[in-house]
């Protein structure tokens, strides 16, 4: 059985997406009990560029990889315990905020530039939201908020607008190959 041109394309997309996103958890900048890292803009580019089913898949492939006992967590972390520690809810937030990513672009939410980075910047806030709330429950909602919410604002809204950047250029060389 072969599979259609577009299925095999989406599926070595998500993969190669779900390992972007393995690699931008070693760009990291070490705080506790949340490191910073680039994976929520990996997260919301794969949304983005394979749209909400295919970009929620390829972030849950890279959960599963995690899962599995693959090291593509930030430090180079995997295994189940990383689901019940205090990193949780960030990284439950990531399927949902892709596939929204992936919505968003498809209504035409993410045409125009500031929108586009304004929009993301919620996404951004959700994520921080889940992983806050998760995080609450460990330590107590100010403790959290201050450890792991405030600290990355600056951080969500710069990769928000960086996020706009490498959509536009991937829609562009897209747009090359097939002119």
């Known amino acids: 059985m072969t599979l259609p041109r577009r299925q095999l394309f989406r599926l ?8 972007l996103i393995a690699a931008c958890a070693r760009l990291t900048v070490p705080m506790v009990p949340v490191p910073m890292t680039l994976q929520t803009w990996a997260v919301l580019l794969t949304g983005i560029v394979l749209g909400p089913r295919w ?3 390829a972030v849950l492939l ?7 006992g693959l090291p593509v967590l930030s430090d180079g972390a995997s295994g189940l315990d990383r689901f019940t520690g205090p990193t949780a809810g960030y990284l439950f ?6 596939a929204l990513a992936g919505l ?12 586009a980075s304004v929009w993301l ?15 609450a429950g460990r330590m107590g909602l100010p403790a959290a908020l201050a450890a792991g919410f405030t600290p990355f604002l600056i951080g ?13 250029a991937l829609s562009a060389a897209r747009g090359l ?3």
């Open 12 to 19: 070595v997309a998500a993969f190669g997406l779900a390992l």
């Open 55 to 57: 970009g929620a898949a």
């Open 62 to 68: 890279y959960l599963g990889m995690a899962v599995a």
């Open 93 to 98: 937030a990531f399927p949902v905020a892709a």
């Open 104 to 115: 968003l672009a498809g209504t035409g939410c993410l045409r125009r530039f500031v929108p």
């Open 121 to 135: 910047f919620g996404l951004h806030l959700l994520i921080l939201a889940l992983g806050t709330a998760w995080l």
């Open 156 to 168: 969500a809204a710069v990769k928000s607008i960086l996020v706009v950047i490498a959509a536009r």
């Open 177 to 179: 190959r097939r002119g």
